[in-house]
């Protein structure tokens, strides 16, 4: 099969096309022919910064070669001997190893059936590909997290982005009232989504719109728009930052302390498998869709990591078979 090979960090120059053995698979996993992945920033962090080879990749000594990506759609063509909730010929996606070695920039990928979902029959191969660890990021930190309920106050930021797109639909779907943030340009998108009030972070400073939300979610890198989202939401709400690491930034933890508002700090890596079947039912009535503003044809992945650098994605960037 053809794989996109990362031979070593740095530029999308690294990535190499190679003809590499169809992997094998254990009891507990199925062999996915892939129909759409998709890309997200960390997999542009990985390829080009050797930090974050060790804790986001977890290579075993020796193990190779380097195959990015995560997020799958795609058709099961092989089951293991204990697998019993897919069958060949299934429609399914999901985040796969997320930590761990992915591999899914190869037209077939092997994944763990607890990983899986079946894809909805009304939900394209691309839009179930877009929906994997964004929307799961999204359901976990609205969700799982900070237990949006109806009319609840929800600020989201990177509104138009990945987790975005999908976090703004799900807190409209709990209910909630939803402020999301953006340039001009992508206005009209947030607020498609369903989001109740837009805020251009480039003409407005959120914090002197907002101090009363019941949830904040921060996808922004810097720990000054952490703090700043700490103005945003209401002593007794809820922060949760998704970019920001919170261990070192002791003068964060004590303001959110004194402001009695529950900070944590989430890793999509803490998704289960039900939170995958609940993103697929979520598919499945509309209550979440995915926005694709881009697709490359594989082997194109150099492409698709470029357009997800310019750091201002609509929706979801793919890469289809
Ligand atoms: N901890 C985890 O498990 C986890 C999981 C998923 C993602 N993440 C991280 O979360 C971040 C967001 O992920 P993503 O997939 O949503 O990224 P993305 O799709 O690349 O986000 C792009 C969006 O960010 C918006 N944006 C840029 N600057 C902004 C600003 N100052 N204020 C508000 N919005 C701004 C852009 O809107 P405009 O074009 O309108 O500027 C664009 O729509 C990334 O750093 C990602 O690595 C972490």
Redesign the pocket.
């Known amino acids: 099969m053809k794989a996109v090979v990362l031979t070593q960090t740095g530029g999308v120059e690294n990535f190499e096309v190679q003809e590499i053995p169809t992997p094998g698979l254990k009891d507990n996993e199925v062999l996915i022919q892939s129909k759409a992945i998709s890309i997200?920033?960390?997999d542009t962090?990985v390829r080009s910064n050797p930090a974050y080879i060790t804790p986001i990749l977890k290579l075993k000594p020796g193990e190779g070669p380097i195959i990015l990506g995560w997020d799958i759609a795609g058709i099961v063509t092989e089951v293991g001997k204990s697998v019993t909730k897919f069958k060949k010929g299934d429609a399914v996606f999901g985040m796969i190893n997320f930590t761990g070695h992915g591999k899914a920039y190869a037209e077939y990928v092997v994944a763990p059936e607890s990983q899986l979902a079946l894809k909805p029959e009304n939900v394209s191969f691309e839009d179930a590909a877009a929906a994997t660890?964004?929307a799961l990021?999204a359901l976990l930190a609205l969700v799982n997290y900070a237990q949006v309920k109806k009319d609840d106050k929800v600020l989201i930021?990177?509104?138009?982005?990945?987790?975005?797109h999908y976090a703004v639909q799900i807190a409209k779907h709990a209910g909630a009232h939803v402020i999301g943030?953006?340039?001009a340009?992508?206005k009209d998108f947030v607020l498609s989504l369903g989001a109740d009030e837009h805020i251009d972070?480039a003409a407005q400073r959120f914090e002197d719109v907002v101090q009363d939300a019941d949830i904040v979610l921060d996808?922004?890198?810097t720990p000054d728009?952490v703090n700043r989202s700490l103005d945003a939401v209401k002593p007794g709400g809820t922060l949760v930052p998704?970019?920001v690491l919170l261990d070192h930034n002791l003068k964060l933890a004590q303001k959110a302390r004194t402001k009695k508002v529950f900070m944590h700090?989430?890793?999509?890596?803490a998704a289960t498998e039900q939170d995958i079947e609940t993103v697929a039912t979520l598919l499945a009535s509309g209550a979440i869709r995915s926005h694709v503003s881009r697709t490359f044809a594989f082997p194109d992945v150099a492409g698709a990591h470029k357009a997800?650098e310019t750091?201002?994605?609509?929706g979801?960037v793919l890469v289809t078979f």
């Open positions: 997200n920033p960390v962090w660890l964004t990021t930021h990177s509104a138009a982005g990945g987790v975005g943030t953006s340039s340009a992508n972070y996808g922004m890198p728009h998704i970019v700090r989430l890793g999509v890596e997800v750091g201002h994605t609509r979801k």
